[in-house]
């Protein structure tokens, strides 16, 4: 039977889940972080360095540890979703979604017919090789559909978006809305927020859940009281540069 997702289970109670972005696609460093604990990992294919055999092994790697992994593809792209969905990725992550048509697309992807599109193979990672006799009635259910909310378009249709039958959740991108609003590279402007806070606090007085990415840790922990179920609150790349440049300055200060 495919594995009771911890992710999906906590976000659809209201329980917090702390994630960390992975995006240099190296399974080591994949495993570095995982050592750490957070509750689910995203793994990057639309800005990241990964490509399809390295989410196979980051998958792996995460599999020994107590993280769920969630993989964002470059586009809905029905052939790739086929291809994660195989390797046994536990949740996916939608890149701009627009539209209630998009977000059912990107479900319709995930699923086998009648239900959706995706194309059957019976001997893969996702099905224990073939030795999983129940993988195929329990995966829809096991198997954390993300949208992303990045434009002021996406933001009128939130709710629509956010009801579609099959998404589970739905991951607000303040730093393309910023640049809609024409904020680029300014990911925490107040005005970014006015438009996303109203939006995120209404779907989750619906008890659908959603989050972001932010790298302010006392945004983080404001998010998380106010009852956002999943946030993200930094990067690989951006906790190994971080340490770099402050290593660099410390040894250097006088």
């Not at 006799?133 to 249709?157: F, G, I, M, R």
């Not at 393309?176 to 927020?193: C, F, K, P, T």
Request: proline share 6%.
């Amino acid at each position: 039977m495919v594995q009771s997702n911890p992710f999906l289970t906590a976000i659809r109670d209201g329980k917090p889940q702390i994630g960390l972005w992975v995006s240099l696609g190296d399974p080591l460093t994949t495993e570095v972080v995982a050592g750490a604990g957070y509750d689910w990992l995203l793994l990057d294919m639309e800005h990241g360095a990964g490509e399809l055999a390295d989410v196979q092994a980051q998958l792996q790697v995460i599999k020994g540890y107590d993280s769920t992994a969630i993989v964002r593809p470059d586009w809905t792209d029905p052939a790739k979703i086929k291809r994660l969905m195989d390797m046994g990725a536990p949740g996916l992550l939608f890149p701009m979604v627009q539209n209630a048509e998009e977000a059912a697309a990107a479900v319709a992807a995930t699923r086998y017919p009648p239900k959706g599109v995706r194309g059957y193979g019976g001997t893969t990672r996702a099905t224990g090789f073939g030795r999983d006799k129940c993988y195929t009635p329990t995966v829809d259910d096991q198997t954390a559909v993300l949208v992303q909310v990045e434009s002021l378009h996406a933001l009128e249709n939130v709710e629509a978006i956010a009801t579609t039958e099959g998404v589970d959740g739905v991951f607000f991108g303040p730093a393309d809305i910023a640049a809609d609003m024409g904020y680029l590279g300014q990911a925490m402007h107040d005005e970014v927020w006015a438009k996303i806070l109203p939006a995120a606090m209404r779907l989750i007085s619906k008890q659908i859940p959603v989050g972001p990415l932010v790298r302010d840790v006392s945004f983080a922990r404001r998010l998380l009281r106010a009852g956002f179920p999943f946030v993200a609150c930094g990067s690989d790349a951006g906790l190994l540069a971080h340490a770099a440049d402050t290593l660099l300055e410390d040894v250097k200060a006088p």
